[in-house]
């Protein structure tokens, strides 16, 4: 069975600029997350998506970021405008109906913001 | 703040040995622990997941939890250098916020041939 994929791995952009990260959960999964990993602060959920739905924003880092998830099956992550120091990588994962359910996660975005 | 800590280690071993990782955390209500393992450049792989007081086994890997002390640990038996890997403890949130893990930053391990 396919896992979560995620597009593109890496994702090299002058400051300024727009980026978008795209995630596919696995199939039947309701539950959706998106985390950042970085050295200093390791991985940090960043949105929680129950059913399509917003369920927790709170630990977006500011209003560059949204993220829309429009179907079950395909989920959006975009900065504008990115910063070097949104320089990470960047982790879609899902699961089966959220709550304490297993997170399956992609392969990660490299974000590199020069 | 909840918080989830854990040694960043290197911890070393050697081949065949018991590698412990250990992590204790904030949240006294937090009813679901998982360890995941990420190898350099990849992404976090589930290893173990445990939701209830004393030891839960699984091939050559232990996870015990002690929720009185608020501590979670790995045990990792007959180590093998494929084994070398960051382990990530994640603490899941109480009630309603259950979704919520909290990543500890992770213990080193390295096993010496």
């Known amino acids: 069975d396919a896992g979560v994929i995620q597009s593109p791995r890496h994702e090299v952009t002058e400051m300024g600029q727009e980026v978008t990260l795209r995630c596919k959960p696995i199939?039947?999964?309701?539950?959706l997350f998106w985390y950042r990993q970085t050295m200093m602060r390791g991985l940090e959920l960043l949105i929680y998506f129950n059913n399509n739905v917003p369920i927790d924003d709170s630990g977006m880092p500011e209003d560059r970021f949204s993220a829309k998830m429009p179907n079950a099956s395909f989920s959006t992550l975009k900065i504008q405008p990115s910063e070097p120091r949104d320089s990470a990588v960047y982790f879609c994962?899902?699961?089966?109906?959220?709550?304490?359910?297993?997170?399956?996660f992609g392969a990660g975005t490299r974000l590199s913001v020069l | 703040q909840k918080e989830v800590e854990q040694n960043s280690g290197p911890l070393s071993v050697p081949e065949g040995a018991i590698a412990s990782l250990n992590c204790t955390y904030s949240?006294?209500?937090?009813?679901?622990f998982f360890w995941y393992r990420q190898y350099s450049g990849k992404s976090p792989e589930l290893i173990m997941f445990?939701?209830?007081?004393g030891d839960k086994e699984d091939g050559r890997f232990t996870a015990q939890l002690n929720k009185a002390s608020q501590y979670v640990s790995l045990l990792i038996r007959d180590s093998q250098p494929s084994d070398s890997a960051t382990y990530l403890c994640?603490?899941?949130?109480?009630?309603?916020?259950?979704?919520?893990?909290?990543f500890g930053k992770g213990t080193k391990l390295s096993v010496i041939p």
């Open positions: 994640a603490v899941g949130g109480s009630g309603a916020g259950s979704y919520q893990l909290t």
């Open positions: 199939s039947g999964h309701n539950s």
């Open positions: 994962a899902s699961s089966l109906s959220g709550g304490r359910d297993i997170q399956y």
């Open positions: 949240d006294r209500g937090s009813q679901s």
């Open positions: 445990i939701y209830s007081n």
